[in-house]
């Protein structure tokens, strides 16, 4: 499964050995790499999936806050990953509703609703947008840029 992972990822054959052992390395899974992937919990559904999608840099990630399903220690080894790629200057999409998480690694923000781009400014405004918006709280002073802009 890794194997496939990392050719469906684009990594050539002649990488493909490093790869495999990047994430067996990574995920900590250990002999349970052995087993179907249809009895793995989530959190080791999850260990491996980003494991896979990361074993190589990529030009962009894209991150849902589900990264933090399992133990809070993958949690941060998936974290420092993620800091890697960013500091390596690719191009992220993170989903959260996180605030601490979004702050931590974005320096711009788009609020979607119903399908649809609302808002795009800088990260903290993009955050009291959202949160002013999802707790029904007075409008607040924040610029409503139009998310077409950024196109």
Do not use: W
Request: charged share 25%; aromatic share 8%; glycine share 8%.
């Amino acid at each position: 499964a890794i194997r496939v992972g990392c050719l469906l990822r684009g990594i050539a054959k002649a990488e493909i050995a490093d790869a495999v052992a990047d994430v067996c390395e990574f995920t900590e899974l250990g002999e349970y790499l052995g087993l179907p992937i249809r009895t793995y919990s989530a959190g080791m559904k999850a260990r491996l999936a980003f494991g896979t999608a990361t074993a190589k840099r990529p030009e962009a990630i894209v991150i849902d806050e589900n990264i933090s399903t399992g133990d809070a220690q993958f949690i941060q080894k998936a974290r420092r990953r993620a800091e890697e790629f960013i500091r390596g200057a690719c191009v992220l999409f993170l989903a959260s509703h996180q605030d601490d998480m979004l702050r931590s690694f974005c320096n711009k923000g788009l609020v979607m609703r119903s399908g649809r781009a609302e808002f795009y400014g800088t990260i903290d405004d993009a955050i009291a947008y959202y949160n002013a918006g999802r707790y029904g709280d007075v409008p607040i002073d924040v610029p409503r840029q139009p998310a077409q802009a950024a196109a």
